[in-house]
Structures are given as structure tokens and as C-alpha cells.
């Protein structure tokens, strides 16, 4: 019976360092990580409660991921269309200060007195060389420079897509190839010989298509648009900011505010804008001018056409520089919209980490008194182990 009951205290000695050694090493790896447990199956009931915080984090990480990239394009855009603004301000004021009074053009005045009549007249008809004045010089230069500049930021990228180009964004939006300004140049010297009048110039400038009635009109292709944006095939661009929430962020580079910026610019800087005045190089007249200048019969005539076309350029960029405001504003609202989509799941991850915390997670100080009293617990009974193993029949005698 001894026997029995010493093998009986040995092997509940030996269960119960297991059970310790088991417990020192669960509390060992829980001070070392911080959690409950390795793996899941560890968490017992709170294991589905772990599963679907993390479910809804991962998920919530996502939608943030995507406001993320959304708001630098967003950004871009803005900076790329603030910039076009500015600088087509620029160029307003440039134009505004324009003085609209003679021809701008250098050389000196030919004048014509009507041998049919006995009065003395010197009505301007013309000047004896069509190189444009420093001012108007200047005001074509500028618009040269800043047509190209209007390119490029049209073509602005986000890594390798570009901005303004709707769905189709690894297509180049705008691409100048010559096509506008060849166009521009048939329009004008149509103007100056007569075939087309100052109204029917100016509806070809603004108008954008052509199956509208007006054969002559700058379509997208010609200014030079990509093809899905000519055809209007494009798609909008939109970002997923939550399980059923899409908001679009779309700003295309032939939007009106920026197709007038780039005819105006067109028009300005193409070489067959000047002359305003008829030009004759021997200052005689009447005679086959050596250069066509604006239509009309003389100075006077010449001058008002030329300046009906100049101001509906004035007009066309002023405009535009208000019209980009609309789209301006039209992101800046699907910023502030995304904005407020993130503050709230953000607080929601917040609430979900908190849930997984309180579920995976311990106390570190707790688990470390209760691994000190383990240890403990454990040294004693390999001390009482040791002790046991030592006793025989010999020690009692």
C-alpha cells in the first residue's frame, strides 16, 4: 500500500510541474508578445469577436487607401488647374492693357486722296510694313510661350496617369501636332480676304463641333485632344470610400475653360494674326496689297474688325478664368466629402482596434505577477521533486 501511494504522489507531483511548466510558458510568451495566445483557437469564444474586428479594420485600411490616393490626385489637379489659372490671369491682364487704338504696326501710314472729288482726303488705308509693334510683339510672344506651358500642364501625370484624362489615364489628354494652328491660320487669312466675316470667324473660334452646322468649327481633334476625350468617350474617374459610397473626382483637360484657353492662345500667337492694316511696301495705293491686314476699306474699318475679334479673345479668357472656378469647386467637394468619410472610419477603426485589443490582448504587469508567482510555485516543487527522490529506508534509520 506504501508503494501505491508513493507512485500515487509521485505521479500527481509530476501533473502538477506540467501543469506549471505549462502555465510558466503560456505567461512567458504572453510577456513576450502581449497577447492572449499564438493563434486563435487560443481566444476560445472571443476567437469570432477577434476575426470580425480584423475583417472590418482590413477592410476599413482599404477604403482609407483608396481617400488616400484619391487626395493627392485630387491635389494635383487642384495645383495643376491653380496654375493654369494664375497664369491665364496673367495673360488677361496683358491683354486689358492692350491699348486698343491704331494698328500696332509698324511703318508709315499710306494714304489715299480720291481723284473724284476736289477735297483734299487722307483717308489711312494701309502701311508700308506689316511687322507688329513692341506691344503686339510681346502679347504673341507671350501667348506662344504660354500655349506650350498650357500643354504641359494639361499633360501633368500622377506617376504614370495622366490627371486629366478621365478613365483613359495612360493616354496623353492633349498632344500639339500643328493641326490648331493650321487651322487658325486658314481661319484668319479666310477673315482678311473676305471669305468668311468677323461673326462667322468668331463662331468658328467658338464653336467646338462640327456636326452642329459649322463645317469650319475647332473640334477636339483638331485642337488636338486624344480621341477618347474628341469622341467624349472617356469615362468619369470615381473612388470607393465605403461599402456602397462612390464619389467621382473627375476634371477632363477639353473641358470649356480649358479648350478656350487653348484656342484663345492659338489665336493670339499664330503668325497670320498681324498684320491689322493692309500693307503696301511702296506706300502706293490703290493697288494689290503686298500683305492682307483685317478686313475692311480703310483704317477705320480695319481697326473695329480686328478688335471685334481681339475682345471675343478677351472675352474667352476671362471667362475661362471664372469657368475654372466651377470645376475647382467641384473637387474641392469631393475633397471635403472624402475628408468627412475618413474622419468617421477612422473613428470606426479606432472602435475595431479597441474591440481587438480588449480581446487579444493582456496586461503585461498582470502577466508578469503571475508568471514571478509561477516560477515560484514551480522551484518549490522541484525543490519538494528533489528532496522525495532522495528519501529511502536507509534515511530513516
Do not use: C
Not at 164 to 174: H, R, V
Not at 348 to 367: A, Y
Not at 368 to 384: F, G, I, M, P
Request: net charge negative; proline share 3%.
Amino acid at each position: 500500500m506504501a508503494g501505491v501511494s508513493t507512485l500515487g504522489q509521485a505521479l500527481r507531483q509530476i501533473e502538477n510541474i506540467k501543469a506549471q511548466q505549462t502555465a510558466f510558458s503560456e505567461l512567458s510568451v504572453q510577456l513576450a508578445t502581449g497577447k492572449k495566445s499564438e493563434n486563435f483557437s487560443g481566444l476560445k469564444t472571443d476567437a469570432l469577436t477577434s476575426l470580425r474586428a480584423r475583417d472590418g479594420v482590413e477592410s476599413l485600411d482599404t477604403y482609407l487607401n483608396n481617400i488616400l490616393k484619391a487626395n493627392i490626385r485630387i491635389e494635383l489637379m487642384l495645383d495643376t488647374i491653380e496654375e493654369q489659372q494664375a497664369q491665364t490671369s496673367n495673360l488677361a491682364d496683358t491683354l486689358l492693357a492692350f491699348v486698343q487704338e491704331g494698328g500696332h504696326q509698324e511703318g508709315d501710314d499710306v494714304v489715299y486722296d480720291d481723284p473724284a472729288t476736289t477735297v483734299i482726303e487722307e483717308t489711312v488705308v494701309g502701311k508700308t510694313s506689316a511687322r507688329p509693334d513692341i506691344d503686339f510683339r510681346n502679347l504673341q510672344n507671350q501667348a506662344e510661350n504660354l500655349f506650350d506651358f498650357m500643354v504641359d500642364l494639361l499633360n501633368t501625370k500622377d506617376g504614370d496617369r495622366y490627371i486629366l484624362a478621365g478613365s483613359d489615364s495612360f493616354t496623353k489628354p492633349i498632344t500639339d501636332s500643328g493641326t490648331l494652328d493650321a487651322a487658325v491660320s486658314t481661319l484668319l487669312t479666310s477673315w482678311k480676304n473676305g471669305t468668311i466675316t468677323t461673326d462667322e470667324l468668331i463662331a468658328d473660334i467658338n464653336d467646338r463641333d462640327a456636326l452642329s452646322g459649322n463645317p469650319d468649327a475647332l473640334t477636339d481633334t483638331i485642337i488636338g485632344y486624344s480621341s477618347s476625350l474628341s469622341s467624349g468617350n472617356t469615362g468619369d474617374v470615381f473612388v470607393r470610400v465605403d461599402d456602397d459610397k462612390e464619389l467621382k473626382y473627375t476634371a477632363l483637360a477639353n473641358e470649356d475653360p480649358f479648350r478656350n484657353i487653348m484656342v484663345a492662345l492659338a489665336v493670339l500667337k499664330n503668325d497670320t494674326l498681324p498684320p491689322v492694316l493692309d500693307v503696301y511696301e511702296n506706300g502706293v495705293f490703290p493697288g494689290i496689297p503686298d500683305e492682307l491686314g483685317a478686313p475692311g476699306a480703310d483704317k477705320n474699318e480695319m481697326q473695329d474688325n480686328f478688335y471685334r475679334l481681339y475682345n471675343e479673345i478677351v472675352k474667352m479668357v476671362v471667362h475661362a478664368i471664372d469657368d475654372v472656378d466651377e470645376v475647382r469647386f467641384r473637387l474641392e467637394t469631393t475633397r471635403a466629402q472624402a475628408a468627412e468619410t475618413k474622419e468617421k472610419q477612422i473613428l470606426q477603426k479606432n472602435f475595431l482596434l479597441t474591440t481587438i485589443s480588449n480581446v487579444e490582448d493582456v496586461d503585461i504587469n498582470n502577466v508578469a505577477v503571475k508568471l514571478q508567482a509561477v516560477q515560484t510555485q514551480l522551484e518549490t516543487s522541484y525543490r519538494v521533486t528533489a528532496i522525495t527522490s532522495q528519501l529511502s529506508l536507509v534515511n530513516f534509520l
